[in-house]
């Protein structure tokens, strides 16, 4: 916190008062707006929390106008070139790079905790047989906090360190297991040989009547694209956590919150979007006319994969997705016509000035859905990918929530717009 302020003028009242500047690291300062109603009666009006910074927070830093991402000081660019996803979710987690010693203990902690207890299959098999996975997994992440009713001290750090991996551990057995009981497999349980993605690969897709052949392309390209997902500060599913965390929920309750916010198509569920709407479009000769559509505001159609709240500037994980997108499918030997349709779009819509005036650019889950796909990810498990790996950042924000020292309950006031008092009215005279 700098001994800097802003003088507010109230014109009105003819009074001022002074709000204290808080700054961090790196980014823009912040007012520190927390004594304004008690010391002007004003509240501040921001929806959709353009302007207001929640929380003071150490883990990851985004510059949205000149397309910078760090987790923990580290770019994107470098981790997702070195690191994998594992020792990523550490970094997030604790702040550093583990040395080789630690990396040893987290994986060895993380593959011990992935079973499922087994009565939560029964859980799963109470669904009906086309539940969406998002709910499956929603569902039964928040019924961890009865299986782990009894390691829920949140006073202790033990017990939160032991949530967070079991969360890590346990979510890609989970989503798996939801994506099975859709097509009518047996859970595959799983095997502690196999490190974290390619395990996850196996409870997907091994049957029980043949070995699975697994082609290193797919495990390295699920591995970074769980690092591009991995955190991305205080968006829409990440505050939700830290909103349910702030009152003392359980962690399992808080990150079962943050994948019902994830879900929706302007948050994580965008990745399905875009699929659907480039197979909507077709051909690349259609890309106009949807340019077109996206532009009219009475069409209710927005390009998905296209804008984002902070990038003002090129996504740096759809930079990197968009190259992985042409080795994944050029590995695979892949020809897949939505590619072509994406490109397309691509074009269009970035030489087109709606989208350059308002800065629209591919955002991450404009190319992810496609190579998902090319790794035959079935669409409707294409947001579940993204909640195995936004689980790391969830876990890590709540961890830092938990030994924030002035934490407070998340409150937002409102401006009122209904009705002033008036009294009631009996039936018969309404
Ligand atoms: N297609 C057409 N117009 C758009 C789009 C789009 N995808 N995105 C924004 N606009 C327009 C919008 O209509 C508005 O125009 P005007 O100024 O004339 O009213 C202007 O651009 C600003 O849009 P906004 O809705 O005020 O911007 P926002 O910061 O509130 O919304 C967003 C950000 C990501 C929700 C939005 O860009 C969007 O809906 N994109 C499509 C969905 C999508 O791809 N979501 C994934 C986001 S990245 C991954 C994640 O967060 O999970």
């Known amino acids: 916190m700098s001994d800097q302020s802003v003088q507010l003028i109230d014109g009105k009242n003819d009074r001022s ?6 700054t961090g690291t790196l980014g823009d300062p912040a007012l520190d707006i927390g004594r304004l109603n008690k010391e002007t009666g004003y509240f501040t009006y921001d929806p959709g929390f353009v302007s207001t910074a929640s929380t003071r927070s150490a883990i990851t830093y985004i510059d949205g106008d000149k397309g910078v991402l760090l987790y923990r000081g580290y770019p994107i660019e470098q981790l997702a070139k070195h690191s994998n996803f594992l020792e990523t979710s550490y970094l997030l987690i604790n702040g550093e ?7 040893n203990q987290f994986e060895h902690e993380v593959t011990h905790h992935t079973m499922m207890h087994e009565s939560q299959k ?11 996975p998002m709910a499956m997994l929603c569902a039964s992440v928040a019924s961890l906090s009865a299986f782990y009713h009894d390691n829920l001290d949140m006073d202790d750090p033990e017990q939160r360190r032991l949530a967070a991996i079991r969360l890590i551990a346990k979510v890609p057995t989970i989503a798996a297991a939801a994506y ?16 974290y993605v390619t395990r996850f690969l196996h409870m997907m897709f091994e049957v029980p009547s043949e070995p699975l052949e697994l082609n290193p392309t ?23 956590v830290r909103l349910v965390g702030s009152t003392g929920a ?30 909507d479009i077709g051909d690349a000769k259609n890309v106009a006319s949807a340019v077109a559509k996206a532009k009219d ?30 080795k994944v499918l050029a590995d695979l030997n892949i020809k897949d016509p939505l590619l072509d349709v994406a490109m397309a779009l691509e074009e269009v819509a970035l030489k087109d000035s709606y989208f350059v005036e308002r800065k629209l650019y591919p955002n991450v889950d404009f190319y992810s859905g496609i190579i998902y796909k090319a790794l035959r990810i079935p669409t409707e498990m294409f947001t579940v990918m993204f909640a195995i790996a936004r689980t790391a950042g969830w876990v890590a924000h709540w961890l830092e929530q938990q030994v924030t020292p002035d934490a407070k309950i998340g409150r937002p006031r409102q401006v009122y717009t209904g009705s002033v008092q ?5 039936v018969g005279k309404r």
């Open 17 to 22: 008062t002074s709000l204290p500047i808080v």
């Open 250 to 279: 359980n962690p399992y309750a808080c990150i079962a919150a943050g994948i019902a916010a994830l879900w929706g198509p302007a948050h994580g569920g965008a990745n399905e979007a875009v699929l659907s709407m480039l197979t």
């Open 97 to 103: 790079l583990p040395s080789r010693t630690e990396f």
């Open 218 to 240: 797919v495990a390295k390209a699920l591995d970074l694209l769980f690092i591009l997902h991995a955190d991305h500060e205080q968006n829409a599913s990440t505050s939700t």
């Open 122 to 132: 029964n859980f799963l098999n109470g669904f009906r047989y086309d539940a969406h």
């Open 180 to 195: 099975r009981s859709s097509v009518g497999w047996p859970v595959r349980y799983p095997r502690n040989n196999l490190e």
């Open 422 to 426: 008036r009294d009631y009215i009996e």
């Open 297 to 326: 505001k009475d069409s209710g159609f927005r390009l998905m994969g296209f804008g984002h709240r902070v990038y003002k500037n090129f996504d740096p994980r759809a930079t990197i997705i968009r190259e992985m997108t042409h």
